[in-house]
Each structure stands twice: as C-alpha cells, then as structure tokens.
C-alpha cells in the first residue's frame, strides 16, 4: 500500500518521486549541502539534471539570521507561509531558485530537465512556480523526506540531517 504524503504544497497535476540516498545526484545535493549551504536548522540542495547531466546546482540560505531575528518566527508564520516577509527566508534563498538561476545563467535548457532536492520535504509555492516557468519535468526528494526533514514528525532528523 502507497502512503499518501500531505506536502504543504503540491501544484495540482504535479507529482513528487523518490530516489535512494544511493542515487548520485542525490548524494552530489547532499555532499554540496555540506559544504555549502548558510542554513544551519535546515540545509539544503538543489540539482538540475538534463540528459544525465548536472546544468544547475544551489544551495539554500543567507548569513541574514546571523545576525536579525526571523520574522516568520517572530510573526508565528505556519509552514510554508511568510517567506517574503523575511528576508533569510525569502524564495530567492531557497536552494531551487539557486539551482534555477545558475542553470539560467550557464545557459542551461531547463525545459524537461529534474530537480533533486536534498535536506526538505517538500517544495513550496514560489519554487513551484519558478520550476514549472522554467520548464522542469520531474522533482525527486530523498526516500523517507517526509519523515526525515520535516519539523513536526517525531522522528526527524533536523539539526542531524549532514549526519546521514
């Protein structure tokens, strides 16, 4: 039996699939999260995948929480809401929109390329709406995200996730 996942936001007609933690571009997202990423709570990657090749790749964050309180927290923004109203959590941070704009300025054809995402669970609205303009087919999240990253389950992994 298939368990039906309730992601915050899921565009209607738009699927997310899941790869093993084996799955290479899954580990070149982790592996560049690592070493790259600002977030510290909830670090993360994006990979751009055209023809088995990586066109895109970004990570999220900004040094802006280092040094201002957020505002969706101080604002009790619920999940997936307000992130324009911080500037550290604004969707121009987001590791998607990262992936997105390098693959743009390398001049990478995005139309039917995949999105990998490691470090979340789910993606949303703003880098929907970024990743079906630019013309990505397929998003993949690490198998057990749902579990994993997400805040609210009992056994996630948040604050451990490069532990993995």
Not at 117 to 128: E, F, M, Q
Request: aromatic share 10%.
């Amino acid at each position: 039996m298939v368990q039906q996942i309730k992601y915050p936001y899921l565009p209607e007609g738009r699927v997310i699939s899941y790869v093993p933690q084996s799955n290479e571009f899954m580990k070149i997202a982790r592996s560049f999260a690592r070493k790259n990423s600002l977030e510290k709570i909830m670090p993360g990657c994006s990979v751009i995948v055209k023809n088995n090749f990586i066109i895109g790749i970004g990570t999220n964050g900004s040094d802006y929480h280092n040094h201002h309180e957020c505002r969706r927290i101080a604002l009790k923004c619920k999940t997936g809401e307000g992130y324009e109203l911080c500037e550290g959590c604004h969707p121009k941070n987001h590791s998607e929109a990262k992936a997105l704009a390098l693959a743009k300025l390398c001049k990478g054809a995005t139309i039917g390329a995949d999105l990998y995402l490691w470090g979340h669970w789910w993606c949303c609205r703003a880098c929907w709406k970024l990743m079906i303009e630019a013309g990505i087919k397929g998003v993949y999240l690490l198998e057990k995200s749902e579990i994993l990253f997400n805040k609210e389950h009992p056994d996630n992994i948040v604050g451990k996730q490069l532990e993995l």
